[in-house]
């Protein structure tokens, strides 16, 4: 690309984004921002608001490339991605099989463990289960399985409100999810890596004002306190980085990925587990893709267009 604030050729660009998912705000966000970088680099930009009749609005759209700046199901989870394929469209990020085993996060560690990557033990438990007792000793965190940007997350301590064993009227995941991810809860920072191409970006830390990273500090402006790059032993950095590369490299992901960590200082680079891999990072002003971006000297535009080339090119 030669003016890194311009695409070299105009291409028509269907942002898709939206849709009926927990994340549909988020992503409209992402979406706008997207369309809006996307004329500035000189693109014919048509914006979708993703509903049942996604189809006929991509083809009537026509459009060269699709932009996917959707958030959740079904936009991250192999289903949107495989109508794309059936419409012959190109679109940025991962593809069928990788959206699919990726937003599941059990499937995840079925494919990265036996790489060597590290993630935190854990089982599928049903969440009738909980109310007869824990699953796990206490600490211990509960999640949906294929949600993203910590919706329904849980962490249950002995100080937790939820009761001891939950109570069935304790306000949680298990009272919207039949079955629930249990993994011991690992203390220390939380950690995200993006990597764009073939190349891991920075790592950030996010510390979060009050409770944990979960959905409002992730999104609320103020929150969270985004270090960037994260003020860190040189060894636990290059760990990180790998780590989300060889994840990125192994689900066979495309364009942009982002992978989260927890690490206990305590236990040095034995402590260091990868959480999840997110193959639709936000593109909103408060998301940690374009922040790294930035840090490497990356604009926002410049992000755009290299994700469009990337699907253009089907790499």
């Not at 409002?216 to 994260?230: F, I, M, Q, R």
Request: hydrophobic share 40%.
């Amino acid at each position: 690309m030669g003016n890194p604030a311009r695409g070299d050729t105009e291409v028509k660009v269907a942002v898709l984004m939206g849709g009926w998912s927990a994340e549909r705000e988020v992503s409209l966000t992402s979406g706008r921002g997207i369309a809006a970088a996307c004329r500035t680099l000189g693109h014919d930009v048509t914006e979708i608001d993703m509903d049942r009749n996604v189809a006929a609005a991509l083809t009537a759209a026509a459009p060269d490339v699709v932009f996917n700046a959707l958030h959740g199901t079904p936009g991250e989870d192999g289903s949107i991605q495989g109508l794309m394929d059936i419409l012959g469209l190109k679109y940025t990020h991962s593809g069928v099989t990788t959206s699919a085993i990726a937003i599941d996060k059990e499937l995840t560690k079925r494919i990265l463990v036996p790489q060597g990557i590290r993630m935190p033990a854990g089982r599928m438990v049903a969440s009738e289960s909980l109310y007869a007792g824990d699953p796990l000793p206490r600490p211990y965190v509960l999640k949906p399985v294929n949600e993203g940007s910590s919706v329904g997350v849980a962490i249950v301590t002995d100080t937790s409100n939820y009761g001891n064993p939950i109570a069935r009227d304790a306000a949680g995941p298990w009272a919207e999810f039949t079955e629930l991810l249990a993994e011991p809860f690992i203390a220390g920072k939380e950690l995200t890596v993006a990597v764009l191409g073939d190349e891991a970006l920075a790592v950030t830390e996010l510390q979060p004002t009050h409770g944990f990273y979960d959905y409002d500090s992730k999104y609320t402006d103020g929150l969270t306190v985004h270090v960037c790059p994260a003020e860190l032993p040189a060894e636990i950095t290059a760990s990180c980085l790998k780590m989300a590369l060889d994840a990125h490299r192994a689900l066979g992901c495309r364009g942009a990925s982002r992978s989260d960590f927890r690490w206990d200082p305590a236990q040095g680079e034995a402590g260091l587990y990868l959480l999840e891999v997110n193959t639709q990072p936000g593109m909103t002003p408060l998301s940690l893709v374009p922040e790294q971006a930035r840090a490497r000297g990356i604009s926002y535009e410049t992000l755009v267009q290299r994700l469009i080339d990337s699907a253009m090119e089907g790499t």
